[in-house]
């Protein structure tokens, strides 16, 4: 009878463990040793030649069933460990779940089909980074853009593709970018057949699953000359007709304005350096920088000719700080920009004239006034501007 209790309890032992391991698909390596070392406890006491002397053979085969019970025991309290989480689930929950589980794929497929559909709408190229910068992803608009072919593209045939003076920014910018540098902008020249065309790149990262990944968007830029550059930031701003409408308007809200005329001495030196196109995003990039520190307002910045534009400033503070960078000599006028791998600073002269409520200055009067100042500083060997009445 007891031999019986034993091989039964042995036989659970190997049930239990087969089960487990058939269930979960996950072979326990302390189950195994348990197994091999209680179960072959049992013949190595019948068969062995030698027995320890402290312990007699009679009394060890009355405790090993206890010892096998306890074995059979912690097999299945840890087996029933396993299985706890779905037992309390009924037929009802299993459908709960799997209704669920419809409407997360449903809602997961038309998020992936609306996101393929705005790419599709999409006029410009989108670039997805691989996580470690070895390669890229690219959209067809992308391919459209450069004339190439494959939408899989490797770092290092890519760098290939931009112009060699161009490069090495590019690359800086790239790895630069991290989470405390999310967003950038950068310009520079990729190969389109046997020439090279003027793209624009704007780059963001993001985090997913504790790696940072890029994901940009790029647009070609063809350069053509004045007064059409299909630069958005040239382009878009109202001319010189628009200009004298714009003065009577503000002229007549009493309060003190300063009209300011620019003129880019430098930028037909660069065109010859570096071509007219070079000229444009230099430009383009003063006109943007110029904006942001003295006059936000869309109708702040006039386009009077080819590199002389005029700039109203409505606030005295905004004033004071063009003050102050035209007596140091700042780079918030003499501006440093970097296009590609071309960086050059912009020299500008300025004419500058105050219209006060009580001015008696009619419309034209007062941007004449501008323009003699301007033409004043242009032949000035002092100073690169020149202030009415001063």
Do not use: C
Request: aromatic share 12%; net charge neutral; charged share 25%.
């Amino acid at each position: 009878m007891n031999d019986i209790f034993i091989y039964a309890s042995i036989g659970m032992m190997v049930l239990l463990w087969a089960a487990s391991a058939i269930i979960y698909k996950k072979v326990r390596i302390w189950k195994i040793l348990v197994f091999v070392l209680v179960g072959g406890l049992y013949p190595f006491m019948l068969y062995g030649h030698i027995w320890v002397s402290f312990v007699s053979l009679e009394t060890a085969l009355t405790y090993y069933p206890y010892l096998l019970w306890l074995s059979v025991i912690v097999l299945a309290i840890t087996f029933k460990n396993k299985i706890k989480i779905t037992q309390n689930l009924t037929d009802y929950d299993f459908f709960e779940l799997e209704k669920e589980l419809d409407e997360i794929r449903s809602s997961s497929e038309l998020l992936r089909l609306r996101y393929i559909s705005t790419i599709s709408l999409l006029s410009h190229g989108l670039v997805f980074y691989d996580d470690d910068l070895s390669g890229m992803f690219v959209t067809d608009q992308f391919l459209d853009i450069t004339k190439t072919e494959s939408n899989q593209i490797a770092m290092e045939d890519y760098v290939k593709m931009i112009k060699e003076e161009d490069q090495a920014s590019y690359l800086q910018t790239i790895k630069k970018a991290s989470k405390k540098n999310p967003t950038y902008e950068m310009k520079y020249r990729i190969q389109r057949g046997s020439g090279h065309v003027w793209v624009e790149e704007k780059g963001k990262v993001f985090e997913f699953d504790k790696k940072a990944h890029l994901i940009s968007m790029i647009k070609g830029m063809d350069i053509k000359l004045f007064p059409d550059t299909t630069i958005h930031e040239i382009d878009s701003l109202p001319t010189e007709v628009q200009l004298v409408p714009y003065l009577s308007q503000i002229m007549k809200e009493k309060e003190p304005f300063w009209l300011v005329m620019i003129h880019l001495t430098n930028i037909p030196d660069l065109n010859a350096r570096f071509g007219r196109e070079v000229g444009n995003l230099m430009i383009a990039e003063y006109l943007r920088k110029m904006r942001y520190h003295f006059a936000k307002d869309i109708n702040s910045i006039f386009r009077v000719s080819g590199i002389q534009f005029a700039l109203i400033i409505r606030e005295q503070r905004k004033y004071e700080v063009l003050q102050r960078a035209l007596q140091s000599g700042g780079d918030l006028v003499n501006l440093s920009l970097a296009i590609g791998g071309i960086q050059q600073v912009v020299y500008p002269n300025l004419g500058i004239i105050r219209n006060d409520p009580w001015s008696t200055h009619a419309v034209n009067e007062l941007v004449s006034l501008a323009n003699k100042a301007l033409s004043e500083a242009i032949t000035s060997v002092k100073r690169n501007y020149n202030i009415f009445g001063e």
